[in-house]
Structures are given as C-alpha cells and as structure tokens.
C-alpha cells in the first residue's frame, strides 16, 4: 500500500479549489488535486504487515496544537522545470518541528526526510506550451493567509488510479 504522512486542510477546500479555478489550463496540462494536505512524510510502498509498527511508532509523536498560515504559490522543482504547483504554509519552524519529530519516531524503518518544504500541492503539471506566459499567469494569482488549526496528523493510504490519487485515513494521531 502507498503511503504517506499528513497534516489535512479540508477547511479550506472551497479557498484551494478558487485557486485551481485561476491555473492558466489555456497554457498547460494539469492534473489538478481534489483532496488537499501538508504532507509531512512519504512513505512510498509499505507491505500491509508493517502498518501496525508505523501506527505504534507515530502514536508515541507528541507535540502541542498549533496554527499554520497558507502562503504564496510557488512551483517545484523550480521555473525552470515545473512539476508540481502548491501554496506554502507558515511559519516553518513549527510545521518542521512536527516533521523531525515524525522522522525521528519513524527512523529506522524509513529514511529521514533531507529537503522538506512544507507546502500544499494544488496540482501536478504534465506539460506546458509557454512557460514564460504559464509562471506570469500564476505570479499574479492573489493568495490569502488562510489559517489550518493542526490538533493532529494523519497516516494516509494512496491508490493511484487514471483519474489521480484517491486517499484514505487509517489512522489520526494527537
């Protein structure tokens, strides 16, 4: 099973959703997100028999609620070659501490994370025809500071399928 580690956002579905409405489509291909996240550890493929360990690892992560803040769009890997479209969240500290503390918990089974940026994937880009016009485009796309209360995080399962990823939550923790 894919798997990963989350921070959700559902509050925001609807502020997310008028951003993807505002992605130039006219100047690339996009696979747009439907259910939107923080993720704050991939897992990649994990045998079912190793999902128990994992829950018992994460339910030993402790941290005190806190709120994040979405930022600005941004693009990765970077202008030059675009993959993924996301907004960013606030402040960083926090959100990275939450990160290591998952990372720490979860080492050795996984590898610890070496380049994360906390940020909310809005969609994944398959193709553009005019990447000067597309970054203008997305540049001028006015983004609030929304807030998300993190109480907890989540342990997710992925299932690709030709139309995305479809998620599911096996378990809450905090």
Known sequence: MRAFIAIGSGE???YFLDIQKQLP?????????????LTLKFL???????????????????F?????????IGFFPNEDWITVIWVGAEPKEEITALQKRIDNALFPLFEKETRFHPHIT?????FISDTKEFIGKIKSIETEEKEINVRNFKLMKSTLTRDGAVYGELMVFG
């Not at 489509?25 to 996240?37: N, R, V, Y």
């Not at 809005?122 to 398959?126: I, P, S, Y």
Request: no cysteine.
């Open 12 to 14: 925001l579905k609807d």
């Open 25 to 37: 489509k006219e100047t690339a291909k996009l696979s747009l997100t439907g259910a939107f996240h």
């Open 44 to 62: 990649g493929e994990v045998p079912e028999d190793k999902i128990s360990k994992i829950k018992e690892k994460l339910s030993a992560v402790s």
């Open 64 to 72: 005190q609620p806190f709120k994040i803040t979405t930022s600005e």
């Open 122 to 126: 809005l969609a994944r880009v398959k």
